[in-house]
Structure formats: C-alpha cells, structure tokens
C-alpha cells in the first residue's frame, strides 16, 4: 500500500507561474524526496530533504518538511513548458533501504 | 558513467505466461530495487538485492521473484501472469549503507499482459 497522499492529483497552470504540490505521509522517516516522471518513463531525483530539515532549495526548486504534521510540500517557481510531468514524494526510513511513494502529482504548464 | 539500463523497453505478454525483466546498475552501486507502477499510480517497492539476496520485499506474490548476479545486475520474473500485472516496472541502483539513501532509476520496461 502507499504511503504518501499527494494534492492535488492534477493541476493546470500557466507558463510563469508557481506550481505547489503537497505530500502528506503516515510513519516516521528518515528522508523525503520528489521525483519527475515524464509520459510514464524513468523517475528522474530532484530534491531530497532529511528528517531534521525544514526548508531545502535546488534552483528553481523550494521543498518544506513538517514532519509534526508529516506532511511536505514542493514549489516550483517560475513554471516552464517543459515542467509538465508527474511529480512523486517518497519516503524511506531508518534502516529500510526501500521507497515509499505518493500517488503523485499530474502537473500541466500551459503555454 | 552509465546510468541504470532496463530491458525490453517494451513487453508483450499473454496471461499465463512466464517474463523475465532485466537490469543492470549504475556504475558502483550494489543494490538493486525493482518497483511495478500501474497506470496513475506511484512506484511499489517489490523487493531488493543485495549480495546475490532478497533483502527486502513488498507485497508481492510469490509470483514475483528475482536474481541477482556477481556483476550487481539483476532479473525480474513473473510466473503465471494475470492481467493486473501489466504496469511499468522500474529498477533502481543504489550503494548500501550510503546516507542519505538515494535510488538511480532506469527508464523502465513497459508489460502489457493481454
């Protein structure tokens, strides 16, 4: 079974502007990372943030960790056409070297 | 430095047969994972290899097993396939006991069970 819940499932936004997509998880961790998944292809790691972080930035990237809430949240500032894909949280714990993953975010850029 | 590679890139099947999947890690990593995604679905862990052993393994059947050779690559298979086996499965390369714990994914190989 899945871990993490992703919101929205889908979202449509406009060249330029910023995309949100929350994660919510339900056992302690270790780490938390996203993924993009472009038309069902590889995943592609962009950003990991450990338990004891709150706020971690990679370019155009910002990832928060509310681990009280067990909850993450990733933005991308700026979106591009070619930002369209599927985004996916997973978690791993202390001692269990294998990811759990969210349902995922299907995110549109429109031009 | 080759990423992780998969074969088939593509696979079709007929229900109740047999696939083998193949993967071959990243240069100097271990440890290989394979997770299935269905279709709008995020990955689920099956199991892990290390050392030519299952380490760790999801809730899959005893339909899904798996090898690993002395060169770190790996294979699927899947016994007796039903229809609810067509996904995209995906292997993932990684270095044991690195912290934190990253996955190198390979492109997939896509099983259409018909």
């Known amino acids: 079974s899945q871990q993490g819940e992703e919101d929205p499932q889908a979202l449509s936004i406009q060249e330029g502007e910023n995309a949100t997509m929350n994660c919510s998880y339900k056992?302690?961790?270790?780490?938390l990372q996203w993924y993009r998944q472009n038309s069902g292809r590889g995943l592609v790691h962009l950003i990991l943030i450990r338990s004891n972080e709150r706020e971690k930035h990679s370019g155009r990237l910002r990832v928060t960790l509310d681990t009280s809430k067990k909850s993450s949240s990733l933005l991308i500032t700026a979106s591009r056409a070619a930002d369209t894909a599927s985004y996916f949280c997973a978690t791993d714990k202390i001692g269990a070297q294998k990811l759990v993953f969210g349902q995922g975010t299907r995110l549109t850029i429109n031009p | 430095d080759a990423g992780v590679t998969q074969s088939p890139t593509h696979l079709i099947k007929t229900r109740g047969q047999q696939v083998t999947l193949r993967c071959s890690p990243k240069?100097?990593?271990?440890?290989v994972s394979w997770y299935q995604q269905a279709l709008g679905q995020g990955p689920q862990f099956i199991f892990q290899?290390?050392?030519?052993?299952?380490?760790q393994r999801g809730n899959f059947p005893d339909r899904f097993s798996g090898h690993q050779f002395p060169n770190y690559s790996s294979e699927l298979n899947v016994n007796a396939l039903l229809l609810g086996d067509s996904a995209l499965y995906l292997c993932a390369s990684s270095l044991v006991g690195t912290d934190p714990y990253e996955q190198y994914f390979g492109p997939g190989t896509r099983l259409t069970v018909t």
């Open positions: 056992t302690s961790i270790n780490n």
């Open positions: 240069s100097g990593h271990d440890t």
């Open positions: 290899y290390y050392e030519e052993e299952e380490r």
